[in-house]
């Protein structure tokens, strides 16, 4: 008998047969085996074997395992070699992602993660990313089906901020009014309702940070015009312009400085306006705009909150509606800031809602509901997954048998959907304390600290995302869907069939499945390197750092502000969990809103539900002086440039994109009127 055997460490210990015998047992077990006879005497002969073929004194753990599986081949035990192989499979899949997981963390300890672009290099940042990245391990390897965790891991699909798996869900649309209207407590005591406009102004700031902590996602607030404005009016009476004006500078200052989940990243914020036209309303949204222009302290472009500005004819559309003169306001605002973007009430699928639609600047839309009111107030996504669409069309080359594959991953997603609701649905009410605590979500007003949380999330959505359109299709036809007209159909039945997918599950589960154009910060770059080390380098496919977001056309192709519109407008009204269209202009185009103006009236004709017009930031830290800077400074020559551009849907600045995201922007061709 060996006396010594070598794990896989490199460590030489003492050679025990009884756990070759466990092993084989516990294998026997799985498939209703009970005699521990018999996995003796399979020892005994996984022994001789070794004796024969060994050709080492110290045979390591690997060599004998094979011999195990061998032995219960040849001596008919097929079931239970089957079992050992799945037990050891399972096991090695544990230490690799163990293995992986401390190259992760020395490596956060270097520098943080930048797959979130809001996210610095910050002690707590690091703390933050080494637990989540502990968090995905034991979420993978213990809580999600084997099936799917396979799924995730290969690259077939993306389980979105698995880090917070059974913790919490995605983002909310916060009902500003009814928290400033009622007061609210953030766990250390009552806030009462403000009685000054600068006081509804710091609260809303709280409230943005207080929530972020309970969720995993974005906050917004859908009708924030609308919710200050009857603040003004039923609780603030006599407040002057210029103390509105001070009172949304501040909320704007605190939401790009004060810091939420433990410190690492400031609130991912949105805000929602432009269609209010009482008189406290207009002045809310004026407000809001010339905060934005005149910037932060030095005069810096504010990254958060995300403005979205609502579009709508009768309200502000063209000369003659009340609020015209903010859209053209709106619009010199965004000429300097690339904020606000725009979203279009009259849009097809937005338009029997009324006021009530309302984005996140990430993208994300709430509105149909089969539970409740069909309004966004109080309601958000529970969690997304997306599909590597890329990835089924290199797996099987052929249109039909395309379809095929699709249909199995879809319903592999509405499957692992299914399961993190439920997951989540088990939290009680005392587990997000200011999220449901203070009844923030639509359905939680009855419920109690002990109460699960099931009742309140049915409200939201479950969203099936996907990436990479334009790579699919140059697989399938040989031209993605900006070259060919054949091949655009062929992809508009793909993002077709998705939606009616994901209409399949929300009639099978009732529940409020919906079809998302997944933003992809940092799955662009993660699906093309699993894709390329498996299919080999594909020209127009895998042969660069990232896959191209969603729908759109891919970021290097030379076509014209409209054609990209037209192209990509269909798409919009298929993705009602969220979807984005942009447009990149060479510099500012402050100087001409008339082309401004064409080119948002353009997206509202081609029934576009939301986008934003993209063009180079560059901000002197130094000087303040702002432009398209090449290099130093052209005023004082400082280095210490700030560059800001559109990621994923919201602002951050280049140093915090990630690699895939820093090789698209280099991509990123400049689009023709």
């Given at each position: 008998?060996?006396?010594?055997?070598?794990?896989?460490?490199?460590?030489?210990?003492?050679?025990?047969?009884?756990?070759?015998?466990?092993?084989?047992?516990?294998?026997?077990?799985?498939?209703?085996?009970?005699?521990?006879?018999?996995?003796?005497?399979?020892?005994?002969?996984?022994?001789?074997?070794?004796?024969?073929?060994?050709?080492?004194?110290?045979?390591?753990?690997?060599?004998?395992?094979?011999?195990?599986?061998?032995?219960?081949?040849?001596?008919?035990?097929?079931?239970?070699?089957?079992?050992?192989?799945?037990?050891?499979?399972?096991?090695?899949?544990?230490?690799?992602?163990?293995?992986?997981?401390?190259?992760?963390v020395k490596d956060i300890l270097v520098e943080t993660s930048r797959d979130n672009a809001n996210v610095g290099n910050s002690p707590s940042a690091k703390m933050l990313q080494i637990a989540s990245a502990?968090?995905?391990?034991?979420?993978?390897?213990?809580?999600?089906?084997?099936?799917?965790?396979?799924?995730?891991?290969?690259?077939?699909?993306?389980?979105?901020?698995?880090?917070?798996?059974?913790?919490?869900?995605?983002?909310?649309?916060?009902?500003?009014?009814?928290?400033?209207?009622?007061?609210?407590?953030?766990?250390?005591?009552?806030?009462?309702?403000?009685?000054?406009?600068?006081?509804?102004?710091?609260?809303?700031?709280?409230?943005?940070?207080?929530?972020?902590?309970?969720?995993?996602?974005?906050?917004?607030?859908?009708?924030?015009?609308?919710?200050?404005?009857?603040?003004?009016?039923?609780?603030?009476?006599?407040?002057?312009?210029?103390?509105?004006?001070?009172?949304?500078?501040?909320?704007?200052?605190?939401?790009?400085?004060?810091?939420?989940?433990?410190?690492?990243?400031?609130?991912?914020?949105?805000?929602?306006?432009?269609?209010?036209?009482?008189?406290?309303?207009?002045?809310?949204?004026?407000?809001?705009?010339?905060?934005?222009?005149?910037?932060?302290?030095?005069?810096?472009?504010?990254?958060?909150?995300?403005?979205?500005?609502?579009?709508?004819?009768?309200?502000?559309?063209?000369?003659?509606?009340?609020?015209?003169?903010?859209?053209?306001?709106?619009?010199?605002?965004?000429?300097?800031?690339?904020?606000?973007?725009?979203?279009?009430?009259?849009?097809?699928?937005?338009?029997?809602?009324?006021?009530?639609?309302?984005?996140?600047?990430?993208?994300?839309?709430?509105?149909?509901?089969?539970?409740g009111a069909e309004i966004s107030a109080g309601r958000g996504n529970i969690a997304p997954v997306t599909v590597n669409l890329p990835r089924i069309a290199l797996r099987t080359r052929d249109i039909d048998?395309?379809?095929?594959?699709?249909?199995?991953?879809?319903?592999?997603?509405?499957?692992?959907?299914?399961?993190?609701?439920?997951?989540?649905?088990?939290?009680?009410?005392?587990?997000?304390?200011?999220?449901?605590?203070?009844?923030?979500?639509?359905?939680?007003?009855?419920?109690?600290?002990?109460?699960?949380?099931?009742?309140?999330?049915?409200?939201?959505?479950?969203?099936?995302?996907?990436?990479?359109?334009?790579?699919?299709?140059?697989?399938?036809?040989?031209?993605?869907?900006?070259?060919?007209?054949?091949?655009?159909?062929?992809?508009?039945?793909?993002?077709?069939?998705?939606?009616?997918?994901?209409?399949?599950?929300?009639?099978?589960?009732?529940?409020?499945?919906?079809?998302?154009?997944?933003?992809?910060?940092?799955?662009?770059?993660?699906?093309?390197?699993?894709?390329?080390?498996?299919?080999?380098?594909?020209?127009?496919?895998?042969?660069?750092?990232?896959?191209?977001?969603?729908?759109?056309?891919?970021?290097?192709?030379?076509?014209?502000?409209?054609?990209?519109?037209?192209?990509?407008?269909?798409?919009?009204?298929?993705?009602?969990?969220?979807?984005?269209?942009?447009?990149?202009?060479?510099?500012?185009?402050?100087?001409?809103?008339?082309?401004?103006?064409?080119?948002?009236?353009?997206?509202?004709?081609?029934?576009?539900?939301?986008?934003?017009?993209?063009?180079?930031?560059?901000?002197?830290?130094?000087?303040?002086?702002?432009?398209?800077?090449?290099?130093?400074?052209?005023?004082?020559?400082?280095?210490?440039?700030?560059?800001?551009?559109?990621?994923?849907?919201?602002?951050?600045?280049?140093?915090?994109?990630?690699?895939?995201?820093?090789?698209?922007?280099?991509?990123?061709?400049?689009?023709?009127?």
């Amino acid at each position: 008998m060996f006396a010594k055997i070598r794990k896989r460490d490199g460590r030489v210990v003492d050679f025990t047969k009884e756990k070759i015998t466990s092993a084989i047992f516990k294998a026997a077990r799985q498939v209703g085996g009970e005699d521990y006879e018999t996995s003796e005497n399979l020892t005994e002969r996984v022994i001789s074997y070794l004796f024969k073929h060994s050709n080492c004194e110290i045979p390591d753990v690997e060599t004998i395992q094979d011999a195990v599986e061998k032995v219960l081949i040849e001596t008919g035990h097929a079931k239970t070699a089957k079992a050992y192989i799945l037990y050891r499979s399972k096991r090695t899949r544990i230490r690799d992602a163990k293995s992986e997981l401390m190259d992760i963390v020395k490596d956060i300890l270097v520098e943080t993660s930048r797959d979130n672009a809001n996210v610095g290099n910050s002690p707590s940042a690091k703390m933050l990313q080494i637990a989540s990245a502990a968090s995905k391990h034991y979420y993978l390897n213990n809580v999600i089906p084997e099936e799917m965790s396979r799924a995730h891991i290969s690259g077939d699909i993306h389980i979105h901020d698995l880090d917070y798996y059974s913790k919490t869900l995605n983002c909310l649309q916060i009902d500003l009014t009814k928290l400033l209207t009622n007061g609210f407590n953030t766990g250390y005591g009552f806030i009462r309702p403000p009685k000054r406009i600068s006081s509804a102004a710091a609260q809303a700031a709280i409230i943005l940070q207080s929530n972020q902590n309970d969720m995993f996602g974005g906050q917004s607030f859908p009708h924030f015009d609308k919710s200050m404005g009857e603040v003004i009016r039923n609780q603030c009476p006599g407040t002057t312009d210029d103390e509105i004006f001070q009172a949304i500078e501040g909320l704007i200052y605190n939401l790009n400085t004060m810091h939420s989940r433990a410190g690492a990243q400031v609130p991912f914020s949105s805000i929602n306006l432009g269609t209010d036209t009482t008189p406290e309303g207009r002045k809310v949204i004026e407000a809001v705009l010339r905060a934005f222009d005149n910037g932060l302290g030095k005069g810096e472009s504010p990254i958060f909150p995300n403005l979205v500005f609502r579009l709508r004819k009768g309200i502000n559309m063209d000369a003659e509606d009340p609020n015209y003169d903010l859209f053209r306001l709106a619009m010199s605002v965004a000429s300097k800031r690339m904020n606000p973007t725009f979203s279009f009430m009259d849009s097809s699928f937005n338009s029997r809602f009324g006021d009530e639609v309302s984005y996140m600047g990430c993208r994300s839309r709430v509105i149909a509901n089969r539970h409740g009111a069909e309004i966004s107030a109080g309601r958000g996504n529970i969690a997304p997954v997306t599909v590597n669409l890329p990835r089924i069309a290199l797996r099987t080359r052929d249109i039909d048998a395309f379809f095929v594959e699709l249909d199995s991953i879809l319903d592999l997603c509405s499957r692992q959907l299914l399961h993190r609701f439920n997951v989540i649905a088990s939290l009680k009410v005392k587990d997000l304390p200011f999220l449901m605590g203070q009844k923030l979500y639509m359905g939680s007003e009855n419920l109690k600290d002990q109460d699960e949380i099931r009742e309140a999330i049915k409200n939201g959505t479950l969203a099936i995302g996907f990436i990479g359109l334009a790579e699919t299709l140059i697989v399938l036809t040989g031209n993605h869907h900006g070259e060919d007209e054949e091949s655009w159909k062929i992809g508009y039945q793909i993002i077709e069939g998705i939606k009616k997918a994901a209409d399949n599950y929300k009639e099978q589960y009732d529940m409020n499945f919906v079809a998302y154009a997944t933003p992809a910060e940092g799955i662009s770059g993660r699906f093309i390197e699993k894709d390329r080390k498996e299919f080999g380098m594909v020209k127009g496919v895998t042969d660069k750092a990232y896959y191209t977001n969603s729908f759109h056309l891919p970021v290097n192709y030379q076509t014209s502000i409209f054609d990209k519109i037209s192209k990509e407008a269909p798409f919009h009204k298929l993705c009602a969990a969220g979807h984005i269209s942009y447009v990149e202009l060479p510099s500012s185009p402050k100087n001409n809103l008339q082309a401004f103006e064409k080119i948002l009236k353009h997206m509202a004709k081609c029934d576009i539900g939301y986008a934003g017009v993209n063009f180079p930031i560059d901000e002197c830290r130094n000087c303040g002086v702002s432009g398209i800077i090449d290099g130093s400074c052209f005023s004082c020559g400082s280095d210490d440039i700030r560059r800001i551009r559109r990621i994923t849907g919201y602002l951050s600045t280049i140093d915090r994109f990630n690699d895939a995201k820093q090789a698209e922007l280099a991509d990123r061709v400049k689009h023709t009127l």
